[in-house]
């Protein structure tokens, strides 16, 4: 076998063309973006410049349809999802974020004028986008957003704060979603608006490759273009989650697989008691029990790729690959950690900085209490986070 990891011989159930993306994006990643992410990690730094870099990459919004976009099939963006998150969270996260949120919020629900205005940007990386959902108050519970938006004239009027907004500091655009007398809708709210302020979190211990703020609304008067005509209620916004979650399932496949090579190539170089720690027993039961785990989650992965790409997906089987996948990559990313013994803590290894970035994708589009109770109700008929 190439890849020692792979014991399901899993691309086999690729094509062609989906080995060939998911290689393109793992070049890109070990010339671009691999040498340097033990410096923007510790200094919490996100490489903007980049982005017309992954925008020719084609990965931006790469599985939507025009305006610039790849339009490829949903394993094709997964597979490059998988990549992305095997170098760090930080750079999935971006992806995701303007593809599956804020790219895909405008593809879905917006008009025409805005796709032509936005889309072809974005797509490019000229322009970047994040996703006001989430609030200080209401993370698991957007229903009860304080955001609010109201009619003046034919202007609307947003008060309100969003929290934890990922590539927030550095976007150009961002959707945002409020509450209104006909319910939940969207809007697009260009950087620069008057009353528009966008506040960096700073001291994360997670994400650090990545930029989150507080997007904080006072009296911003938008015009009734802005809105988005076609998203009304929550189901709106948590569509878009899906498309997010779908991602971060492929993509912890590719944190945990690093993990596991990382440990696998440290435990051939390290010896002790005069033979390759890879050797012992106790070593190998760790490898072996991680490397089932690996190879399930990517068969989990590609399956549910499939029904995407025929239409046929249902919210809680996205919810069963995130619950699945990001609780056993986070458990691989600790255990080959222990493989390390105490250069695990040093950022020259990629474990212990994956095992934080998840931590936060643990959490995020969904924590994993919020997913086992969509399985829950699933199963039950129940719905017991009501």
């Known amino acids: 076998m190439k890849d020692p990891l792979d014991l399901l011989d899993i691309p086999s159930l690729l094509t062609e063309e989906e080995r060939e993306i998911q290689s393109t994006v793992a070049r890109f990643l070990a010339d ?14 996100f490489p903007r410049e980049l982005a017309p870099e992954l925008g020719k990459l084609g990965v931006l919004g790469m599985h939507l349809e025009g305006y610039g976009c790849a339009g490829t099939g949903a394993v094709s963006y997964g597979l ?42 974005m797509a490019a990386g000229e322009a ?27 202007d609307w009027i947003l008060n309100g704060a969003k929290m934890w907004i990922t590539n927030g500091a550095i976007a150009d655009i ?31 211990l997670s994400l650090r490759a990545s930029t989150t703020a507080e997007l904080s609304f006072d009296d911003v008067r938008l015009p009734a273009s802005a809105q988005l005509p076609h998203a009304r209620g929550l189901g709106a916004p948590l569509s878009c989650l899906n ?9 912890a496949v590719g944190a945990a697989r690093d993990c596991l090579q990382t440990a696998l190539a440290y435990g051939d170089a390290r010896i002790q008691f005069d033979r390759p720690i890879s050797g012992f027993q106790l070593t190998q039961r760790k490898l072996a029990d991680m490397a089932v ?12 790729g499939r029904l995407k790409e025929q239409d046929r997906i249902r919210p809680e089987q996205i919810s069963v690959g995130k619950l699945n ?11 080959c950690r222990t493989i390390l013994g105490a250069n695990g803590i040093s950022l020259e290894y990629s474990p212990l900085r994956h095992a934080n970035n998840l931590e936060s994708v643990l959490t995020y589009e969904g924590t994993s209490e919020i997913h086992t ?6 199963l039950t008929g129940l719905p017991a986070y009501r």
């Open 243 to 251: 498309e997010a979650r779908f991602g971060i399932l492929f993509g």
């Open 293 to 304: 785990a690996l190879n399930n989650a990517a068969l989990l992965a590609v399956h549910l």
């Open 128 to 154: 970047i986008g994040c996703f006001g959902l989430t609030e200080p108050d209401f993370g698991s519970n957007p229903a009860g957003m304080r955001t609010r938006a109201v009619r003046d004239g034919e």
């Open 80 to 121: 490059a999802c998988l990549e992305l998150e095997a170098a760090d969270s930080g750079f999935r996260s971006f992806v995701s974020v303007q593809g599956s949120l804020a790219m895909y919020s405008i593809h879905r629900y917006g008009s025409e004028e805005q796709k032509q205005e936005w889309l072809p940007r």
């Open 32 to 45: 671009r973006v691999r040498p340097n992410l033990p410096e923007w990690y510790e200094n919490a730094h």
């Open 373 to 378: 109770l969509v399985v829950g109700q699933a």
């Open 325 to 335: 996948n990001v609780r056993e990559a986070i458990a691989i990313a600790r255990e």
């Open 174 to 204: 961002a959707t945002v979603w409020a509450a209104t007398e006909e319910g939940v809708r969207g809007f697009l709210v260009p950087r620069g608006t008057p009353g528009f302020t966008a506040h960096e979190i700073k001291r994360k």
